[in-house]
């Protein structure tokens, strides 16, 4: 599986969007790339996943570039709800390999 | 949405005793079953994939005679610390996937609230 970058942490302001990046430049032809988060000291959650297009839905965007080396989940306005750890997995089986993620915190 | 659900949510053992801890698929069978680890502070880490019917397949380093894994059914698996010693301690999770999700490429898997094991 491909290995995946991500900043340790990030702040967003509450109503603002939050946008976190994902590097994934070893990524293969047919690796997905997922995006799950943890709230604390609960189970991750889904939360989109894509292969090549642009992908939304009800809770985020998912911006995938041509070369399929880096991608940006967006939610689009995030509220205190949000504050938890992103995780992005690029995988191609039904593992999901979590790296150290980036911790998101959202503010009033 | 699907529902996972983990039982116990905490427990406190003494060290020596085995715990177990049962993962259950509430509305939706599972084939496939996860079983994972987290430390404070830390990233989940897989243990084990859990596979109903067969032997669960575990990864590198993680000792299969400690940890055993029992899916016996399509909506429950089980992971039993067996001898459980302070270092045990941690966040246990478990994930699964719908068995009628058979596209390949569509990896959503519902993910199970945690049992919290602290070992004395």
């Known amino acids: 599986d491909a290995k995946t970058t991500q900043p340790t942490s990030m702040d967003c302001a509450e109503g603002r969007a939050a946008n976190l990046p994902c590097n994934h430049s070893?990524?293969?032809?047919?690796?997905?790339v997922y995006w799950y988060r943890q709230i604390h000291s609960q189970g991750p959650q889904y939360i989109i996943h894509?292969?090549?297009n642009n992908e939304t839905n009800e809770m985020a965007s998912l911006i995938i570039t041509e070369d399929r080396k880096s991608s940006t989940l967006i939610l689009p306005h995030a509220t205190l709800r949000d504050t938890a750890v992103y995780y992005c997995?690029?995988?191609?089986?039904?593992?999901?390999?979590f790296g150290t993620g980036t911790r998101l915190q959202v503010f009033p | 949405g699907a529902v996972v659900s983990q039982h116990p949510s905490w427990v406190i053992c003494k060290s020596g005793t085995s715990v177990k801890i049962e993962c259950r698929s509430l509305?939706?069978?599972?084939?496939?079953m996860f079983w994972y680890r987290q430390f404070p502070k830390q990233s989940l880490m897989l243990m084990a994939t859990?596979?109903?019917?067969?032997?669960?397949?575990?990864e590198q380093g993680v000792e299969k005679d400690k940890f055993l894994i029992n899916h016996a059914s399509l909506t429950l698996s089980t992971l039993t610390v067996t001898s459980a010693h302070p270092e045990d301690s941690s966040f246990y999770i478990c994930?699964?996937?719908?068995?009628?999700?058979?596209?390949?490429?569509?990896?959503?898997?519902?993910f199970g609230p945690g049992t919290r094991l602290t070992v004395l």
């Open positions: 994930s699964a996937r719908d068995r009628f999700d058979l596209a390949d490429s569509y990896n959503e898997q519902f």
């Open positions: 070893t990524i293969s032809g047919n690796e997905y």
């Open positions: 894509g292969l090549k």
């Open positions: 997995i690029v995988t191609l089986t039904d593992k999901l390999i």
């Open positions: 509305d939706f069978q599972a084939t496939t």
């Open positions: 859990s596979n109903e019917g067969s032997k669960a397949t575990y």
